[in-house]
């Protein structure tokens, strides 16, 4: 009996970021409808931080999480959905070209949403993003709504990842989710084992960089005062 072989496909932070921004929506998401702003502002400014992070380690991460390696043109994303009927379809080096972009929408939606909310107030004014003061009044109102809007949008975008996955699962017979825990995938006969190499310094620096930028955001950019929650 031979054991089948595995391979790296995705580094610890990526990991820790797929997994930390799902907890961080849903509490995003129970805390908004519980109406427990301070625990929805904190959440908010953690998924800012993941975002920031991520749009550094896609420049300065390992190959399978920069966006050369998975942002590819029109004809791989054709080529790719020509083939995806076939049930022998071979494990992807990371994102496949559909799968690429779909983080990339799934990017700019969060982001799109965390911004909106950033500049966002209610109607009682009992309740002001950090950035609310620099619109107007009717901006930071129709902000909050396009919040709650794009995080429809979100939830689409989420159920089509979920479809995704199953299918990959039921029709392909390949495990999406293991290799987001465990970090590997199974490997290709005679398939090398991948050069997954990372640099901790540079995850550290991304971190500290994104930590920085949502205190900063946090503060308002009034950098002589402590945020308000």
Same mark, same amino acid.
Do not use: C
């Given at each position: 009996?031979?054991? &089948?072989?595995?391979?790296?496909?995705?580094?610890?932070?990526?990991?820790?970021?797929?997994?930390?921004?799902?907890?961080?929506?849903?509490?995003?998401? /129970?805390?908004?409808?519980?109406?427990?702003?301070?625990?929805?502002?904190? =959440? @908010?400014?953690?998924?800012?931080?993941?975002? +920031?992070? *991520?749009?550094?380690?896609?420049?300065?991460? #390992? *190959?399978?999480?920069?966006?050369?390696?998975?942002?590819?043109?029109?004809?791989?994303?054709?080529?790719?959905?020509?083939?995806? !009927?076939? &049930?022998?379809?071979?494990?992807?080096? !990371?994102?496949? #070209?559909?799968? @690429? /972009?779909?983080?990339?929408? %799934?990017?700019?939606?969060?982001?799109? %949403?965390?911004?909106?909310?950033?500049?966002?107030?209610?109607?009682? %004014?009992?309740?002001?993003?950090?950035?609310?003061?620099?619109?107007?009044?009717?901006?930071?109102?129709?902000?909050?709504?396009?919040?709650?809007?794009?995080?429809?949008?979100?939830?689409?975008?989420?159920?089509?990842? +979920?479809?995704?996955?199953?299918?990959?699962?039921? /029709?392909? *017979?390949?495990?999406?989710?293991? #290799? %987001?825990?465990?970090?590997? &995938?199974?490997? $290709?006969?005679?398939?090398?084992?991948?050069?997954? *190499?990372?640099?901790?310094?540079?995850?550290?620096?991304?971190?500290?960089? $994104? +930590?920085?930028?949502? /205190?900063?955001? =946090?503060?308002?950019?009034?950098?002589?005062?402590?945020?308000?929650?």
């Amino acid at each position: 009996m031979t054991t &089948r072989s595995i391979t790296p496909v995705w580094d610890p932070t990526i990991r820790l970021f797929h997994w930390l921004l799902v907890a961080l929506i849903a509490f995003s998401w /129970w805390s908004g409808e519980q109406h427990d702003l301070e625990r929805h502002r904190l =959440s @908010g400014y953690g998924i800012l931080a993941l975002l +920031v992070f *991520r749009v550094y380690w896609g420049f300065f991460g #390992p *190959r399978t999480a920069r966006f050369a390696s998975f942002v590819r043109g029109p004809g791989a994303v054709v080529a790719y959905l020509k083939a995806l !009927g076939s &049930r022998k379809a071979g494990h992807a080096d !990371g994102h496949n #070209p559909l799968g @690429g /972009w779909s983080v990339v929408a %799934m990017l700019l939606a969060v982001g799109a %949403m965390v911004t909106a909310g950033l500049f966002a107030s209610d109607i009682d %004014m009992l309740y002001d993003g950090p950035l609310a003061t620099y619109v107007s009044f009717d901006q930071s109102s129709a902000a909050s709504d396009l919040h709650s809007t794009i995080f429809n949008v979100i939830l689409a975008l989420v159920a089509l990842h +979920v479809i995704a996955v199953a299918f990959y699962l039921v /029709w392909k *017979r390949q495990n999406l989710v293991r #290799p %987001m825990i465990t970090g590997k &995938r199974p490997a $290709a006969p005679e398939e090398p084992t991948q050069d997954l *190499r990372w640099s901790p310094v540079k995850a550290l620096i991304g971190i500290a960089i $994104a +930590v920085a930028f949502a /205190w900063a955001v =946090s503060t308002g950019f009034q950098f002589g005062n402590a945020p308000a929650y």
